[in-house]
Each structure stands twice: as structure tokens, then as C-alpha cells.
């Protein structure tokens, strides 16, 4: 099935660093949507982004729905070791149920 | 409220076997999706229901696997016979209608190991 794609696959950061990531698509969606995955759980949804353009903020997390409708971004500012684990991106169209789930990105935290 | 509910949490059997995973969504979710995640393929969706019904089955791999929903708080997905390339971790998420009907909350999953 088709996949966002989503990049680095992979950060290593030291605590306290801010973060940057970023999540690409071929097509448009009218829905961005950001998941954290910790080991051994399911996702849980951090934000979600209806607009183009939009800035949405959750605490030390922002993201924002690309003007162009194919991409989204996610910064998490001043890190702690429990934002550790995987960030997957979503699209979603209107009267869709279909989410359609980016290939994710790794963070880890050097202590 | 108990989030999504999934059993087991870990499912190893040996190839050829019958695999039964379970799901309770949140109450009064109208919405129940069912997920595979691998490693070379990522989250994907296998069969969504609406209001109990199934809506898209279209990610469903094969006739080796189907999906029921007797009621609003009970969903089964089944692997029946059971091959090592299904060996990954399912997960169910449940979401309400309406505007928020985009906020699928996901379950533990469950880890199935097929030797």
C-alpha cells in the first residue's frame, strides 16, 4: 500500500536538543496527523492538522500542515528521554476513514 | 474508560494452525480498524467497519484472512491456515463519527510469531 514518507529514518540527540522532522507525500490530504509509537504499545496521536498552512502546538511539540497540502512537519522542543521512541506521520481525506501511515522516525536520546 | 483492548498480547503457533486475535473497542466508538505492522512494511490497514459493518477490506492479504464484528464491543480477525510470513504485530484501533471520527486510538496490539 502506498506510504508517506517520512524523514531522517533516524535521530540520535542529546537531551535538551530540539528536533526536526519532516513527512512527505506524492499526493494531497485534507488531514495531517502526528502519532508517537513507544515500544511494545500502540501509536497514541499527538496532533492533528486541518488546514493548510495550520500551526498547531501540544506542549513542546508543533507541527505544521505544508501549504502545499502533500507535507507536514513535527519539532519537539528541548527533548526529555521520554520522548524517545518512534513518530509516525498520517494522511487523511475527507470523508475517508482510511489513515494512511508514514514509515516513521527513530529517535533516541543520548544521555 | 479502558482504551482499546486487545488479546492476547503475544500469539506464537506453529505454520498451518488457526490464529484467532480479539479486539474490545472504546465504548460508543462507532469506527474499528484493523492494523499489521512489520518492518519492511510499516502500519498497515488490513479491514475497517462502520457502525459493525465492514466498509474496506481491501488491505486484507488474502483469503487466508477474515474479519468479524458480531456486535459494537467485539471483533475478531482470523488467520486460518497460518503462514511465517504473517508473523507481525496486529493492532485495532476504534475512533467515534463525526468530526473526531480522524482520532483512532490504538490498542496494545498483539505480537504473533507463526513458526
Known amino acids: 500500500g502506498q506510504q508517506l514518507n517520512q524523514s531522517p529514518q533516524s535521530m540520535f540527540i542529546q537531551e535538551g536538543e530540539d528536533v526536526s522532522m519532516n513527512c512527505t507525500s506524492s499526493s494531497i490530504f485534507n488531514t495531517w496527523l502526528w502519532y508517537k509509537q513507544d515500544p511494545g504499545e500502540g501509536p497514541v496521536l499527538l496532533i492533528a492538522?486541518?488546514?493548510?498552512?495550520e500551526l498547531t502546538s501540544n506542549g513542546r511539540l508543533t507541527a505544521q500542515f505544508g501549504i502545499t497540502r502533500k507535507d507536514s512537519f513535527l519539532n519537539i522542543s528541548a527533548s526529555i528521554p521520554s520522548d524517545v521512541g518512534i513518530y509516525f506521520c498520517a494522511g487523511r481525506n475527507f470523508g475517508n476513514e482510511k489513515l494512511t501511515f508514514g514509515t516513521g522516525t527513530r529517535l533516541t536520546i543520548i544521555p | 474508560d479502558a482504551g482499546v483492548i486487545q488479546s492476547p498480547r503475544h500469539e506464537v503457533t506453529e505454520m498451518g494452525q488457526e490464529v484467532t486475535l480479539r479486539c474490545k473497542p472504546i465504548?460508543?466508538?462507532?469506527?474499528l480498524f484493523w492494523y499489521r505492522q512489520t518492518m519492511m512494511r510499516g502500519l498497515e490497514l488490513l479491514i475497517y467497519f462502520n457502525n459493525n459493518v465492514p466498509i474496506d477490506d481491501s488491505g486484507m492479504p488474502e483469503d487466508r484472512f477474515s474479519a468479524k464484528m458480531p456486535n459494537a464491543s467485539f471483533s475478531t480477525l482470523k488467520i486460518q491456515p497460518s503462514e511465517p510470513r504473517d508473523s507481525a504485530v496486529y493492532f485495532c484501533?476504534?475512533?467515534?463519527?463525526?468530526?473526531?471520527?480522524?482520532?483512532?486510538?490504538f490498542g496494545p496490539g498483539t505480537r504473533l510469531t507463526v513458526t
Open positions: 492538522l486541518y488546514k493548510a498552512g
Open positions: 465504548s460508543g466508538h462507532d469506527y
Open positions: 484501533a476504534s475512533s467515534e463519527a463525526g468530526q473526531l471520527s480522524y482520532e483512532q486510538y
